[in-house]
């Protein structure tokens, strides 16, 4: 009982001399995964898609503890890839949590959960169904540059489960198929500190 009586007492201590700090954030993302399979009556399809860019921005907040720091993260992403020429757009709210210490100077590294909120795929010459799976968790890990009130991190994020929506036709012309664009990205961000 004392023992736990000491970590509460340890952790609240710790709390009590952490700091919060919160500000805005935006970067470039460099998305790898994703396949798509095409059945017509005559032919069956399988092709990667080709290499997915994009953006994110968004909000963060920080929590820095003595050795530590915790640091949730709200953020709206798009990124686009291509098939054939066609263009297909994703856009999803991402909520990585982000576990931190810091390695040397203003240099740390980070590592935690995400979780994916997909809100659309499309495309100009490609109709698809509803979205099945619209939320998805994967992990994260990286390193941070704080600058002051500045920060840049990389950091590489992947998907753990299948993100698949089914094709409904393809330039107006019925096709059976599907995308699947579970996430697989380096992400390059910016971060400004506003507290």
Same mark, same amino acid.
């Given at each position: 009982?004392?023992?736990?009586?000491?970590?509460?007492?340890l952790?609240?201590?710790?709390?009590?001399?952490?700091? =919060?700090?919160?500000?805005?954030?935006?970067?470039? &993302?460099?998305?790898?995964?994703?396949?798509?399979?095409?059945?017509?009556?005559?032919?069956? #399809?399988? @092709?990667?898609?080709?290499?997915?860019?994009?953006?994110?921005?968004?909000?963060?907040?920080?929590?820095?503890? %003595?050795?530590?720091?915790?640091?949730? #993260?709200?953020?709206?992403t798009? @990124?686009?890839? #291509?098939y054939?020429?066609? +263009?297909?757009?994703?856009?999803?709210?991402?909520?990585?949590?982000?576990l931190?210490? +810091?390695? =040397?100077?203003?240099?740390?590294?980070?590592?935690?959960?995400?979780?994916?909120?997909?809100?659309?795929?499309?495309?100009?010459e490609?109709?698809?169904?509803?979205?099945?799976?619209?939320?998805?968790?994967? %992990?994260?890990?990286?390193?941070?540059?704080? %600058?002051?009130?500045?920060?840049?991190?990389?950091?590489? #994020?992947?998907?753990?489960?299948?993100?698949?929506v089914?094709?409904i036709?393809?330039?107006g =012309?019925? @096709?059976?198929?599907? @995308?699947?664009?579970?996430?697989?990205?380096?992400? %390059?961000?910016?971060?400004?500190?506003? &507290?």
């Open positions: 009982m004392k023992k736990t009586q000491i970590l509460v007492f952790f609240f201590a710790q709390l009590s001399f952490s700091q =919060i700090d919160y500000g805005i954030q935006g970067g470039l &993302n460099f998305d790898r995964a994703g396949s798509i399979q095409l059945t017509g009556e005559q032919f069956v #399809e399988n @092709v990667d898609l080709g290499k997915k860019t994009g953006f994110h921005f968004g909000l963060f907040a920080k929590v820095d503890f %003595l050795i530590f720091y915790l640091r949730p #993260e709200l953020q709206y798009q @990124v686009s890839s #291509e054939d020429g066609n +263009t297909i757009d994703k856009s999803r709210i991402e909520l990585p949590l982000s931190g210490i +810091t390695a =040397i100077g203003p240099l740390s590294i980070f590592i935690g959960p995400t979780a994916y909120f997909n809100l659309s795929q499309k495309s100009a490609l109709d698809f169904a509803d979205l099945q799976n619209k939320t998805n968790l994967g %992990l994260h890990l990286g390193t941070r540059l704080q %600058l002051g009130a500045l920060g840049i991190d990389l950091r590489y #994020e992947k998907g753990l489960s299948d993100e698949e089914q094709i036709s393809q330039a =012309i019925p @096709v059976q198929g599907q @995308v699947n664009s579970r996430p697989n990205q380096f992400v %390059l961000g910016i971060s400004l500190k506003l &507290n």
